[in-house]
């Protein structure tokens, strides 16, 4: 299914693409299909985000066009590079030189400090950090006076902005972030996006990231709807309102799923006429 982001980026200014991305998890009767021939593009330079009920792919999709998962059929590029038939060697490469992780759980080393994070993945490659590159991550971040500092010694967002430094520090096309808001108050949750809006506003990154919620997706550019493992809308320059009213009418007006009522209640709205 071609979705308007699928339709208007042009060649060069694409970071991510999927043409028929289709993936099914098991066989015969038993199969699950994740993705149902999926075409998208993710644009450069923007701050892409990724809703849909739970199940409805949106890990799968995440996991597709970052390499992590192979795909049962269909195409995927990395920039310019084809990776859906690359070997396992030539994948991890990239995906090292390119792609950038963030996850709900900091994924940090306790045992090191906050610096030795930020450059673990570089250093497992044998890569030297670009300095000013690194200074202005670390910078950008508000991370100058916690780099000593072990993960136990910092607060759940301070966390966040190591492990959203660890995914800039090797300045990567593409910036992957799964949840990232998920395990911290909202006052940390705002703060980590605002250091994403930052990376792409001010460093220049591209940042892909699946959320529940509305008010995380209103600091995307463009919001990118699944559903039953389809790309069914898209939404430029979304605010919580518009986000939840979408989520509203995809539930045929009878938001009774937990997970709308989740982000209802996060947005801290109930006494709206949502249910009229
Ligand atoms: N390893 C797996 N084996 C079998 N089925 C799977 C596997 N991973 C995902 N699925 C199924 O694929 C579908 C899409 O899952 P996915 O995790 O991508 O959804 P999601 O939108 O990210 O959900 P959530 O919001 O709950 O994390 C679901 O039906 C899920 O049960």
Redesign the pocket.
């Known amino acids: 299914m071609s979705t308007p982001a699928a339709q208007h980026t042009p060649d060069g200014a694409v970071a991510a693409r999927a043409r028929g991305l289709t993936?099914a998890?098991?066989s015969g009767e038993t199969a699950?299909?994740?993705?149902d021939s999926v075409d998208v593009d993710i644009a450069r330079g923007r701050f892409t985000a990724v809703m849909?009920?739970?199940?409805?792919?949106?890990?799968?999709?995440?996991?597709c066009l970052a390499g992590l998962d192979t795909v049962s059929a269909g195409q995927v590029w990395l920039g310019g590079t084809e990776i859906t038939g690359l070997r396992d060697r030539e994948l991890t490469r990239l995906r090292r030189d390119r792609v950038g992780f963030m996850f709900q759980s900091f994924n940090l080393i306790p045992t090191l400090t906050a610096a030795e994070n930020i450059t673990l993945p570089m250093d497992i490659a044998g890569r030297r950090p670009d300095e000013r590159w690194l200074k202005q991550v670390i910078d950008t971040l508000g991370l100058r006076d916690r780099l000593r500092h072990r993960p136990a010694q910092l607060s759940g967002g301070q966390q966040q902005r190591v492990a959203c430094a660890r995914a800039l520090a090797s300045r990567p096309e593409l910036i992957f972030a799964d949840?990232p808001t998920g395990n911290l108050d909202s006052r940390a949750g705002r703060e980590v996006l605002g250091f994403l809006r930052g990376a792409v506003d001010d460093l220049g990154q591209t940042v892909v990231m699946?959320t529940?919620d509305p008010g995380a997706a209103a600091h995307s550019d463009v919001v990118l709807f699944?559903a039953d493992?389809h790309i069914e809308d898209a939404m430029e320059r979304p605010t919580a309102e518009a986000v939840l009213e979408h989520m509203h009418l995809s539930t045929g007006g009878h938001p009774q799923t937990p997970?709308f009522d989740a982000v209802r209640g996060r947005l801290g709205d109930d006494d709206t006429d949502l249910e009229e």
């Open positions: 993936k998890y098991g699950v299909i994740a993705l849909g009920p739970s199940g409805s792919g949106k890990s799968t999709l995440m996991h949840e699946v529940h699944l493992g997970w």
